[in-house]
């Protein structure tokens, strides 16, 4: 503060007697300069701010779709922040240098810096839930470079193999990011189906042939696709089952309808008494019997031929002329 006059003295308030003081406390400043005789005063007021401390932390690592807050408050301030903002607090989402300017009653500028550094988030995708047939593999895959893994199996590898039916969840953990998934595995037991030995039929007879599986789809050689069909005609039959539409199941069996051909034993007899007559009922086999369809697996016996020879030594059921 300077009240010089050119060959005055002066008198201030905090005792000094310089033509000029000068001042860092608050408080009332006043000086009587006399010149001559001739006196003059004059006083201020000097109001001292103490700058206010300002702390936006450490820097800050963020995991993508996170933010951070960052905010400060002294009175009777301005502020003015990296993203031009001037409210006392701002949110960031994205890696970048953020520094705030507080102006504190016009007079007090303070400011702080701070680093952000955003993560990327680990990328998890198990797929969709999945149905398989027992003694299927399948590999679940969580890679993420640089990562730690923590299934519900209790292991730690980046990818598992699973064969058991159960939900599988997996956490990973890239710099701090976690990411988390999950996936259901259904794994069908394929059940066992019979057909049951090759079948021979006579002619007009017929063989039903069933199967039942749960969850399952059929389809039999005749293009039935029910559980049941029935056969009458000298053929392969197999059926085929889907379960769940995962397991495939099948099994074979063959039909042979035989023909015996046709019997004749002749006219009627008329035999005197004491004599006798031969009756001949030889069965032949024919060659259309299904030996042809027969595959090479499969052995099929033979229709034999049998002769019934008949003796009549009784009385006929019609006389004739004895000799």
Not at 123 to 138: F, K, P, R, Y
Not at 140 to 155: I, K, P, Q, R
Not at 275 to 284: H, N, S, V, Y
């Amino acid at each position: 503060m300077d009240a010089t006059n050119l060959g005055a003295t002066y008198a201030w308030s905090s005792g000094e007697t310089s033509p000029s003081i000068s001042a860092s406390q608050s408080g009332i400043y006043n000086v009587t300069v006399d010149l001559t005789g001739c006196i003059a005063t004059d006083a201020m007021q000097l109001n001292v701010v103490q700058p206010t401390s300002i702390d936006l932390g450490s820097d800050v690592s963020l995991c993508a779709d996170d933010q951070a807050l960052f905010a400060v408050a002294v009175p009777n301030s301005t502020y003015l922040w990296s993203t031009g903002a001037t409210v006392g607090s701002i949110s960031v989402n994205s890696t970048s240098t953020v520094w705030v300017q507080v102006t504190q009653s016009g007079v007090c500028v303070v400011s702080d810096t701070v680093d952000v550094l955003v993560q990327p988030m680990p990328s998890v995708e198990l797929g969709a839930d999945q149905t398989v047939c027992a003694g299927t593999t399948i590999t679940l895959d969580a890679t993420n470079l640089g990562a730690t893994y923590a299934w519900s199996t209790g292991e730690t590898s980046s990818s598992i193999s699973a064969s058991q039916s159960g939900i599988y969840t997996v956490t990973v953990d890239l710099n701090g990011c976690i990411a988390t998934d999950a996936m259901q595995l259904n794994v069908v037991q394929p059940a066992s189906i019979d057909l049951g030995p090759d079948v021979n039929l006579c002619i007009g007879d017929q063989a039903v042939f069933a199967v039942a599986a749960p969850n399952a789809s059929y389809l039999w050689s005749t293009g039935a696709t029910a559980g049941t069909i029935t056969v009458n005609s000298t053929a392969t039959i197999w059926v085929q089952v889907t379960q769940s539409g995962v397991c495939v199941v099948s099994d074979t069996v063959e039909v042979f309808v035989l023909d015996p051909g046709s019997v004749d034993l002749g006219p009627d007899v008329v035999a005197c008494q004491g004599d006798g007559a031969i009756l001949d009922a030889t069965l032949r086999t024919r060659a259309t019997c299904g030996a042809q369809e027969r595959p090479a697996r499969r052995s099929r016996p033979q229709v034999a031929a049998h002769t019934l020879l008949w003796s009549l030594w009784r009385a006929a059921p019609r006389k004739m002329p004895c000799r």
